[in-house]
């Protein structure tokens, strides 16, 4: 019976193209933390910087564009193009030592993301949604999916309330939303797998995948790899055979398999 199936997806970078939102919020963020003294207003208005592009598909929380923003738009040594690299070579350590100098905890950047996020909406909902745009192949297979009888759930690391509004303007209505406060997506994913049967899980970062097929309970989720999201550049090489990368145009090969 296809109402005991589900097809999990992945929310930033899978189901919508949220950068313009993550930038303009990640900056606003950091205005909220009070170290607008050390930052150029020059630099954070405008055009998504080319630097956060680039860093974004290191990215795992919420709370770490907030730190990537900063250290791109502070006056002193930021980050910029010439030098991310040395960055994003001991990406987790960098983040925990800027945690560490500014006296910042993950909770707490998290926290004035979303009042960042909630202060938008409130002044210009329209606005904030505007900067989120679909990836319409997705939209489409996911109408498609329910109307043939499959459930949908979305496992997103932004907050429920923040992508429950963003799924409504483009006209999706999943069975089930999870946000940051459900707990991790393995919890999720365990979770839902002693309800129903998975057939698939559609996320578009490499580690995260690679972290639900070393977990036992986990292990035997069909992973995909969305081709079009967030993706490291060596993202896409030598990917093990439990991973598959996934085309836009590939989507409905998914219910192929299980038809």
């Known amino acids: 019976m296809q109402d005991n199936k589900f097809i999990l997806f992945d929310f ?3 189901i919508v193209d949220g950068i313009n939102e993550y930038w303009h919020s ?16 020059k630099i954070s208005e405008g055009e998504v910087s080319k630097t956060f592009i680039e860093m974004r598909p290191w990215v795992k929380y919420g709370w770490e564009m907030v730190l990537i923003a900063h250290e791109i738009i502070k006056k002193d040594k930021p980050i910029t193009l010439l030098n991310k690299d040395a960055f994003l070579k001991n990406y987790k350590n960098n983040c925990i030592k800027i945690l560490k100098k500014n006296g910042w905890k993950p909770d707490d950047l998290q926290q004035s993301l979303n009042n960042a996020r909630s202060f938008q909406i409130s002044s210009d909902a329209e606005k904030w949604l505007a900067l989120h745009q679909p990836f319409i192949p997705v939209v489409s ?10 459930k949908v759930a979305i496992i997103s690391t932004k907050g429920k309330e923040f992508s429950s509004k963003i799924l409504n303007r483009i006209n999706i209505i999943p069975d089930n939303i999870f946000g940051y406060e459900s707990g991790t997506k393995i919890e999720i994913i365990t979770q839902l797998k002693q309800k129903f049967e998975i057939l698939g ?16 309970e986990t292990k035997d989720v069909p ?9 490291k550049p ?24 299980h038809t």
């Not at 439990?242 to 219910?255: S, V």
């Open 26 to 41: 990640s900056v606003l963020a950091c205005h909220n933390l009070h170290v607008s003294e050390i930052i150029s207003p």
């Open 234 to 257: 060596l993202d896409k090489l030598n990917l093990p055979d439990q991973i598959k990368l996934l085309r836009l145009k590939e989507l409905e090969d998914i219910l192929a398999i």
């Open 141 to 150: 297979f996911i109408n498609k999916a329910q109307k043939n009888g499959y």
């Open 201 to 216: 899980f559609i996320e578009d970062r490499r580690q995260t995948l690679s972290d639900l097929l070393g977990n036992y």
């Open 223 to 231: 992973c995909y790899l969305a081709e079009w999201g967030y993706l």
């Open 12 to 14: 930033d970078g899978v």
